[in-house]
């Protein structure tokens, strides 16, 4: 069998590690061959290949970043963008693809297998926000780079008696807020799932410099106030319908200044999150998920997703992956709260 491999939407620690699994055991169990697709979706789009084999794989476990390169191309968009796809493929003589992706790119799995393609998908995103997945690969890495930005925030805002924001990714679930925040011992931790209330905020802030620490506020990109709207950095939109986030760190810590009389100063820590060599935790779930999708290859599973269910690796429907997103509970947010202030 001839397996193309993608890798789309926003990159992420431990890519490289699915891809060596993959293609591990696809050669050495099963005698698979196998086709690296380039740039996501624009790859199988526009036919734009790169060799894949063992050597190709060599030495990429701890590399951040993905080999096959990465795109937000969704070809549902583009006019005959599926058509194209299904002859590009036949061109090359590829029998199944496996989709490495969040949200965006497992849709476009989804669609696709809908129509009758030969695909397997693999969760993969800092944000840990995909269903049918306990944990993403990539999650672990950047809640670790964001507790460790913490601890030293808080040695810094200690010596000036200032408030540090600290903003972190998380467009629609605050699961990296809620856990590095947990982790760095955060003050306030601010999530989309729960609208902020100002004077709250301000009431955390001040009770923590009555006790003589100097608060750490961990703000995911997509909170926001309550009657407030969403801070974004313009109005243009990506091709799956994303405006560009990121701004809310420096509005907070203008209000702060404003309610609270501190100086406040913000670190967004921004790509970051996302680049260099993924944390232990993450290369064995990435290399596990790799395995588990070569199988479901292997088993003609197709419109399946690997996924983590406790400690085990299972089988979901691309479907219930990509259905609703995987937000932070209230329960989970609300255990948090014990230590704010
Ligand atoms: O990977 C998901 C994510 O990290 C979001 O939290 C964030 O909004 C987005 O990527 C930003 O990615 P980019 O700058 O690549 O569009």
């Given at each position: 069998?001839?397996?193309?491999?993608?890798?789309?939407?926003?990159?992420?620690?431990?890519?490289?590690?699915?891809?060596?699994?993959?293609?591990?055991?696809?050669?050495?169990?099963?005698?698979?061959?196998?086709?690296?697709?380039?740039?996501?979706?624009?790859?199988?789009?526009?036919?734009?290949?790169?060799?894949?084999?063992?050597?190709?794989?060599?030495?990429?476990?701890?590399?951040?970043?993905?080999?096959?390169?990465?795109?937000?191309?969704?070809?549902?968009?583009?006019?005959?963008?599926?058509?194209?796809?299904?002859?590009?493929?036949?061109?090359?003589?590829?029998?199944?693809?496996?989709?490495?992706?969040?949200?965006?790119?497992?849709?476009?799995?989804t669609a696709l297998t809908q129509l009758g393609f030969p695909v397997v998908g693999v969760p993969k995103t800092i944000d840990n926000d995909l269903s049918g997945t306990d944990y993403t690969f990539g999650f672990d890495t950047a809640v670790t780079i964001a507790t460790e930005a913490m601890d030293r925030l808080h040695t810094t805002a200690e010596?000036?008696?200032?408030?540090?924001?600290?903003?972190?990714?998380?467009?629609?679930?605050?699961?990296?807020?809620?856990?590095?925040?947990?982790?760095?011992?955060?003050?306030?931790?601010?999530?989309?799932?729960?609208?902020?209330?100002?004077?709250?905020?301000?009431?955390?802030?001040?009770?923590?410099?009555?006790?003589?620490?100097?608060?750490?506020?961990?703000?995911?990109?997509?909170?926001?106030?309550?009657?407030?709207?969403?801070?974004?950095?313009?109005?243009?939109?990506?091709?799956?319908?994303?405006?560009?986030?990121s701004g809310i760190g420096e509005w907070l810590a203008g209000a702060l200044e404003a309610h609270t009389g501190h100086e406040a100063r913000t670190t967004v820590l921004g790509h970051v999150q996302r680049g260099g060599s993924p944390t232990a935790f993450d290369r064995v779930l990435a290399t596990r998920f790799g395995l588990n999708a070569i199988?479901?290859?292997?088993?003609?599973?197709?419109?399946?997703?690997?996924?983590?269910?406790?400690?085990?690796?299972?089988?979901?429907?691309?479907?219930?992956?990509?259905?609703?997103?995987?937000?932070?509970?209230?329960?989970?947010?609300?255990?948090?709260?014990?230590?704010?202030?």
């Amino acid at each position: 069998m001839r397996v193309g491999v993608l890798t789309g939407g926003g990159d992420c620690p431990g890519l490289n590690a699915v891809i060596r699994a993959v293609v591990r055991r696809g050669v050495a169990d099963y005698g698979f061959e196998f086709v690296g697709f380039r740039d996501g979706w624009k790859g199988p789009l526009e036919g734009l290949t790169m060799d894949l084999d063992i050597d190709t794989v060599r030495g990429v476990l701890p590399r951040g970043g993905t080999i096959l390169g990465s795109s937000r191309t969704n070809p549902i968009k583009v006019d005959g963008g599926v058509e194209k796809i299904t002859a590009n493929l036949a061109d090359l003589g590829v029998d199944a693809l496996i989709a490495i992706g969040g949200e965006d790119t497992l849709g476009v799995a989804t669609a696709l297998t809908q129509l009758g393609f030969p695909v397997v998908g693999v969760p993969k995103t800092i944000d840990n926000d995909l269903s049918g997945t306990d944990y993403t690969f990539g999650f672990d890495t950047a809640v670790t780079i964001a507790t460790e930005a913490m601890d030293r925030l808080h040695t810094t805002a200690e010596s000036h008696h200032r408030i540090l924001i600290c903003e972190v990714m998380g467009r629609h679930a605050g699961w990296i807020a809620l856990h590095s925040g947990m982790a760095g011992g955060a003050n306030a931790i601010l999530i989309p799932e729960v609208p902020f209330d100002m004077d709250e905020v301000v009431g955390w802030v001040n009770s923590r410099f009555e006790t003589n620490y100097a608060p750490i506020i961990c703000v995911a990109e997509g909170a926001l106030p309550k009657d407030g709207n969403l801070i974004t950095k313009d109005t243009t939109l990506d091709a799956f319908g994303h405006v560009k986030l990121s701004g809310i760190g420096e509005w907070l810590a203008g209000a702060l200044e404003a309610h609270t009389g501190h100086e406040a100063r913000t670190t967004v820590l921004g790509h970051v999150q996302r680049g260099g060599s993924p944390t232990a935790f993450d290369r064995v779930l990435a290399t596990r998920f790799g395995l588990n999708a070569i199988e479901s290859v292997k088993d003609r599973a197709w419109g399946t997703m690997v996924g983590l269910r406790g400690t085990d690796i299972v089988r979901v429907p691309l479907q219930e992956a990509t259905g609703t997103l995987k937000t932070v509970p209230i329960e989970r947010y609300r255990e948090a709260t014990a230590f704010f202030g």
